[in-house]
């Protein structure tokens, strides 16, 4: 066990005391409301026991910081402390406590604090932050429009940096403050809005964390979100109404069955849907037999919302085109969350408040030819707040370590973004990056199914960090009977041809052969979409 960091030396408090006392900063502190801190006992769910601390932090307000008057920065806070031992916590480096700090991202659009007991049961202290609005009162996107439609900066930079740092800071504060001594080690968990918000601690604040586990990050927020709404707009415009889900299903299987084999193994699984170019139109009505056949239109649509968001689509080729703004959903992926009966509730926020700043704007006016002035508007407005940057040599040089995953067949967020963004990287830094991997996961949604655990690949990235251990590859489990080697990537899975198709051991990782390269040539993004920023801090 490494030794723990002093602090200040303080009389330890009880958990009511951080609720009563001032000696420890938050009871009569002017910038915090709300305060509560209790011992939460074993129950279900909570195995080990642990003192929550809730509260609203108010900071900044004012112009300078993007408000208006009469506005000011609440972010509500949640802290999960393993017990110390002056509360009976016992079996730890301190207390219950093991030492270390594991803070939780949020999802969506945040909005609310909790989900701390992942971290506490594991004896680390957990923290979560709604990130500066209230989703029960500002739900959604809305919380970015002022009531006179202007933008609520505000709250946006609260989304997009400020809560999650006050979560650190604070989460930091309280475990060296409660136990005596600061953290030995501090990780970041997140997945979808959190590994978006994991990329942006890497990249602003560097050397805050030793480990960062981001999962199906939503970085690039202002070009991958306006991207989930291009399914809806397609269908509408060719067919006046979604295409119906049997429908949907039943392509993305024909497409399945027809790009199975290309791995080398005929098991149902797509290890790199990139190579699969099935074309919808394979599956029209009169080619396939099928009773959900696609009509001709149909099948040109489900090219399109595949394809992505394409100013200039090839005649010949109708999976690619010469001016890609950004990706589309892969073949295997379920359609029915973004091309489903009704558009994905967070892309139709980003469009009304954030793009358009009209709570009564109708997705329904956008065309496919209008869709790239509002990309381009979202670009122009949001790149700078909530862009994603990928110069992330502070973070190397700092000593920090990633691991970056992300299912090859989520449903929310195209992993081709993932792909770019590792490339990205790499090209800048010009190394192997020796402190970053990323883990594709064939067959698995946006942030599990398939054997994606999540837990799994936080304990590698612990063993990593403490260890030296490099994780080149993990197990996943992707059925009761069946387990699968997930390589890092460049590195692809080949089966030796020998053992079972079930057994991970019959598996090796191999470095990636120049087909990589064809297929980043081909999902290069246009240079009029492909804004570099400097996300500020």
Known sequence: MLALAPAIAVALPRCSDLGTNPAYGLAGNPQISGLSAAVVPLDTGVTVSYCRVDFTLSTESGPSAGYRPGQSEQIRIQVGLPLNTLDGGSGGAQGAWNGKNRDLGGGGYAGNVGGVTSSTNLRYVGTSTDTGHDGSV??????????DKSLNWGQIRD?????IRQQHLWGVRLASTYYGVAPTRKYWMGCSTGGRQGHYQAQNFPTAYDGILAGAPAFNWDRFIPAELWPQIVMNQALGAPIALAKLTAVTNAAVAACDALDGVTDGILEDPRKCTYDARSFGCGASSDPNCLTLVEAEAVNKIWNGPVTSPSPADPHQGSERAWYGLERGAALGFLAGPSPFSIAVDHFRYWIHQ???FDWHTVTEASFFDDFT?????????????DDLKAFREGGGKMIVYHGLADQLIMPRGTYNYYNRIKDSLEDKLQYY????????????GAGLDAEKLFSALVEWVERGVEPDYLVAQVSSTRTRKICKYPDVQVWNR???IDDHHSFICQVRRKDDKELLEQDKIDKEFETETKVGK
């Open 377 to 389: 508007t979202s670009i122009e407005k949001f790149n700078e707040v909530i862009g994603t940057d």
């Open 138 to 147: 500002q739900p959604g996107g809305s919380f970015a429009l002022n009531p």
């Open 498 to 500: 020998v053992g079972s």
């Open 358 to 360: 009209d709570p009564a």
């Open 437 to 448: 991997r990323f883990f594709p996961y064939p067959n698995a949604g946006h942030c599990g």
């Open 159 to 163: 989304f997009a940096r400020d809560g």
